[in-house]
């Protein structure tokens, strides 16, 4: 069964303090993994697609990395406004997404 | 700006009393999707429109129903909501499935009394 699992759960940074959000997955063909931001009561905002082992893209202070079986996003730097739930959904050979449920990311001043 | 727009953003229902919600689109995606999300979980997947063509997944209840009158708006419909149907629920657009991205708007969140 495909499945999606995101660690840690929740994660508290000083503003400035790099870390990374982890997005491992077992999926049967594996077509794409997306990264979402969702802030509460909204819905996700498109991050990044990845497509193949080895691919890597940024935007700002995100970096998101991919391999054969799990998917970094990397925060450099982070500032309070990054502070928002980070969901990591890949999309399997049934053009399905199949989202993990998220990790709550809180960045204090 | 093309966009994702879900009416209303929030509402209040009755137990057992019907509800609409509805998403609209500018961006002319031919994909449509409904997902519904609970607390601190991900999006459950309820039901896509490929222009027409309807998809039901299979374990999504025969309470929530779906209409699409045009490309642009999409309506999803609640016959009996029971208090475990409170959620907050998604509407998203792609322009074809496949590897194209889905774009979600801001979400309606559901109450029931």
């Known amino acids: 069964e495909d499945q999606v699992t995101q660690s840690p759960e929740a994660l508290r940074l000083q503003e400035g303090e790099s870390s990374s959000l982890n997005c491992s997955y077992t999926?049967?063909?594996?077509?794409?993994l997306f990264w979402y931001r969702q802030d509460p009561g909204k819905g996700p905002e498109f991050l990044f697609t990845l497509y193949s082992a080895g691919e890597e893209k940024e935007k700002e202070r995100l970096k998101a990395t991919l391999t054969k079986k799990e998917s970094f996003l990397h925060i450099t730097a982070p500032k309070p406004e990054d502070s928002a739930t980070y969901l990591c959904a890949v999309q399997d050979n049934t053009d399905k997404l199949i989202f993990g449920t998220g990790t709550r990311l809180q960045v204090f001043p | 700006d093309a966009m994702v727009i879900q009416n209303p953003r929030y509402q209040v229902t009755q137990f057992g009393k019907p509800v609409t919600l509805s998403c609209s689109q500018t961006?002319?995606?031919?994909?449509m999707y409904w997902y519904q999300q609970k607390s601190s979980q991900a999006p459950k997947l309820l039901f896509h429109y490929y222009d027409k063509d309807f998809n039901n997944e299979a374990d999504t209840p025969d309470n929530f129903q779906s209409r699409r009158p045009n490309t642009s708006f999409c309506f999803l419909d609640i016959r009996s909501p029971g208090l475990g149907d409170a959620a907050m629920y998604l509407c998203?657009?792609?322009?074809?499935?496949?590897?194209?991205?889905?774009?979600f708007g801001p979400g309606t969140r559901l109450t029931v009394l």
């Open positions: 998203a657009t792609s322009s074809r499935t496949g590897l194209d991205t889905q774009y």
């Open positions: 961006l002319n995606h031919n994909v």
């Open positions: 999926v049967s063909g594996l077509r794409g």
